[in-house]
């Protein structure tokens, strides 16, 4: 974990929410109002029916995102959102290239691009997932993949700290399986090289969260990897008590 980037912990809600759950937002707030000082940003992306509630139960200690937007203002997109729509309804973020969206709506890294565009034009902050399937880390190219995933879906324009990254394994996405210490490590330093690369002194400043299977049980050595600053959790942060207890590990 860095000590210059504040590190970001992200709830990825998915298709999961009705209106009832927004008291684990409550709760959430409530145990972080008990914390002397805020151990990192929290964020959580509920689905786009929630997010105008959400920020009501938030509290200002609790940002809320979306989880996907339209690369386009508006228009004749039978139910699709754009990143105005979610910035007018209260999102600071939004979840960009999920490897669900990736693989169930088949987006490519230049849609991922354009809709990260969209969000920094709508001033919310795009957080955009990468990570290679089984096979490709099973076959060595893991490395290759994932640069290749940053290079085509990171705008080339960015004027200064606008983006986040998420590296998601997409075999440890909601599988229970999470990678060695030591090829998050690999991994996360090879992101940000190329991060560097891209965006020069920016590079070096842009949060890099880990996804993929993280728990109150795993997140303290996780989060512990030095270019590691936070991360993108799904099934742990449906209720208030698991999303806190990995917020809790942060040193
Ligand atoms: C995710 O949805 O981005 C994710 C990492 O899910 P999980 O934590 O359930 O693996």
Request: aromatic content about 4%; glycine content about 10%; proline content about 4%.
């Amino acid at each position: 974990m860095s000590e210059t980037i504040t590190p970001l912990i992200v709830g990825n809600w998915k298709m999961n929410g009705l209106g009832e759950q927004l008291s684990e937002i409550t709760a959430l707030s409530k145990e972080l109002s008990k914390l002397e000082k805020q151990k990192c940003k929290t964020i959580i992306c509920p689905p786009a029916t929630l997010i105008r509630p959400a920020c009501s139960k938030a509290g200002d200690n609790i940002m809320i995102g979306g989880q996907n937007c339209h690369a386009e203002i508006s228009g004749a997109h039978t139910g699709d959102i754009s990143a105005q729509m979610l910035k007018d309804a209260g999102a600071k973020y939004v979840i960009v290239g999920h490897s669900e969206r990736r693989t169930d709506c088949f987006e490519t890294d230049s849609q991922v691009k354009a809709k990260s565009k969209a969000a920094i034009a709508a001033n919310i902050i795009p957080i955009i997932c990468v990570g290679e399937n089984e096979e490709q880390r099973k076959s060595g190219n893991a490395i290759d993949i994932v640069l290749s995933q940053i290079n085509g879906s990171i705008p080339d324009d960015l004027k200064g700290n606008e983006i986040v990254v998420a590296y998601e394994p997409v075999w440890a996405i909601g599988t229970g399986l999470v990678p060695s210490i030591s090829d998050i490590d690999e991994m996360h330093l090879a992101i940000r090289q190329a991060l560097v690369k891209k965006l020069g002194e920016n590079g070096d400043k842009t949060p890099i969260l880990y996804g993929g299977s993280m728990k109150s049980s795993n997140s303290a050595q996780i989060l512990e990897i030095a270019h590691v600053n936070g991360g993108l959790v799904g099934g742990a942060s449906l209720k208030a008590s698991d999303f806190f207890g990995i917020i809790a590990t942060i040193k």
